[in-house]
């Protein structure tokens, strides 16, 4: 059954970044999996914790958020503070019995088409070992 | 402001594990400055224990509400209407507003989701520190304006003690000597005259030592 599992994954992107990186990874004509949906935010600091959550509370299997290389924050510190939300929403995680490995923070620039597209592929490949977000079958319909 | 910490999570779920409805109110005030109980505590707090309950195959019902101040009874009685549905009330104000609550919906179980700490103040994003303890009878005006009271682990009026050592206080090299904080405070202000002064022994009855306190203000009080 695990091999029919296909994982829903939310990649909360940067505009600065993340997100033209996306960009970039599609003119160069790289793959990455479907499974990924991208939310284009305007800085990694705009993810608050209740974002991630509620993404899980709604079945994502797992969430990133990607924001710019340390130090080149458009913003000049947003990426730190979305490190540290990120960290914190793990242990938040962890305390209702969902794994906090299902939830990363990375970091690139607008020209990493190629990191963007690896990234992709290895988050939805660790997401399909760890199988489906555990409250995925109990969770209610979406009106 | 009065500060707060949500209380752990286990403790939560005990309270709500027997009701199917919740209604999860936060408060605009204190507890939103120092993010224990505001709006975005409240969508987090209901978020986690959706998912503790469904991953044990039970769908809660949580309606969230935060109200401008849950501590004044025209505020939470904006709560009427939506009190009648639900099974249990879950709240994420001070210890004042979870009892204002307790007092207006006399017929459903009310509980704390934070542990109530002390009136603080922030010392930096993130970072709060108690600063007064409401003793009745304000000292700052003879002290540089820094509590020995709040500040001071002894509550020395006449301090400091054998314990101060470069600035620090004794239970721990991360607490600042009161003392010597107005000691500085005075000498910098030129006004040693003061430390002179013996404090009297403080009458603490206007404090918590008499009893619960009340404010009657008569030009006011209807």
């Given at each position: 059954m695990m091999e029919d599992f296909e994982p829903v994954i939310i990649a909360f992107c940067c505009h600065y970044c993340a997100y033209t990186a996306a960009d970039m990874a599609g003119s160069q004509r790289r793959c990455y999996p479907a499974n990924v949906r991208i939310i284009r935010v305007p800085c990694s600091g705009k993810v608050d914790v209740i974002h991630i959550l509620k993404a899980f509370e709604n079945g994502a299997d797992?969430?990133?958020?990607a924001g710019c290389l340390e130090g080149d924050c458009h913003f000049k510190n947003g990426n730190i503070r979305a490190a540290r939300r990120v960290a914190y929403a793990r242990k938040l995680m962890e305390s209702v019995g969902i794994e906090g490995e299902r939830l990363e923070m990375v970091n690139l620039s607008a020209g990493m088409g190629d990191r963007f597209a690896e990234i992709a592929g290895r988050i939805t490949e660790k997401i399909r070992k760890m199988g489906p977000n555990p409250i995925r079958n109990t969770i209610r319909p979406v009106a | 402001m009065i500060t707060a910490e949500r209380k752990p999570l286990e403790e939560i779920i005990e309270y709500i594990r027997p009701?199917?409805?919740i209604l999860l109110i936060g408060c605009n005030e204190c507890v939103t400055v120092c993010s224990a109980g505001g709006r975005k505590e409240v969508g987090v707090l209901s978020s986690l224990l959706q998912m503790s309950f469904l991953k044990q195959g039970k769908n809660l019902?949580?309606?969230e509400h935060t109200l401008e101040r849950q501590c004044d009874p025209e505020y939470v009685e904006e709560l009427v209407s939506m009190v009648d549905g639900v099974d249990a009330i879950l709240s994420m104000a001070c210890g004042c507003g979870v009892q204002e609550i307790c007092r207006r919906f006399k017929n459903k179980p009310v509980f704390p989701a934070v542990n109530t700490k002390f009136m603080g103040a922030s010392e930096r994003q993130g970072v709060w520190a108690e600063?007064?303890?409401g003793c009745g009878n304000c000292l700052l005006g003879v002290t540089g304006g820094i509590c020995p009271i709040?500040?001071?682990s002894k509550q020395l009026?006449?301090?400091?003690?054998?314990?101060s050592t470069n600035g620090k206080c004794e239970i721990s090299p991360d607490v600042d000597c009161a003392w010597q904080l107005?000691?500085?405070r005075l000498k910098a202000l030129g006004m040693e005259d003061r430390y002179e002064e013996i404090i009297p022994a403080k009458d603490w009855r206007p404090g918590r030592a008499a009893g619960p306190r009340k404010i009657i203000r008569e030009d006011l009080a209807e």
């Open positions: 797992g969430v990133y958020v | 009701f199917q409805k019902q949580i309606r600063r007064c303890q709040a500040r001071c009026m006449n301090g400091p003690c054998g314990g107005i000691w500085d």
